[in-house]
Nanobody
Framework: QVQLVESGGGLVQAGGSLRLSCAAS????????MGWFRQAPGKEREFVAT????????TYADSVRGRFTISSDNAKNTVYLQMNSLQPEDTAMYYC????????????WGQGTQVTISS
């Protein structure tokens, strides 16, 4: 059983940066794929980025590629999402999630951290 706790959200002006953290407990290992998702008010949850627990093969949604960077620090049991050049459309609740590599569904979710970008 993996537990995930996000932190690092906040209110920033457009063009600014934030780094989100996802602290993982319950002994995640290299069988896990870690992901970041977001959900804006009135919209469906959408994929943002994913990476293996070992820190390889990052993938990104087209909307964030080139601005966001996902990384994994196994020594700290933490996955990060560095977000640069933030825009108002990036405003959402951001969630960390984990799945086993053979599964198509993310089974473990954090409680979310709010990101608000002012114009």
């Amino acid at each position: 059983q993996v537990q995930l706790v996000e932190s690092g959200g906040g209110l920033v002006q457009a063009g600014g940066s934030l780094r989100l953290s996802c602290a993982a407990s319950g002994r995640p290992d290299n069988r896990y794929i870690m992901g970041w998702f977001r959900q804006a008010p009135g919209k469906e949850r959408e994929f943002v980025a994913t990476i293996t627990w070992s820190g390889i093969s990052p993938t990104y949604a087209d909307s964030v590629r080139g601005r966001f960077t996902i990384s994994s620090d196994n020594a700290k049991n933490t996955v990060y999402l560095q977000m640069n050049s933030l825009q108002p459309e990036d405003t959402a609740m951001y969630y960390c999630a984990a799945r086993l590599f053979w599964s198509s569904e993310y089974s473990y979710w954090g409680q979310g951290t709010q990101v608000t970008i002012s114009s």
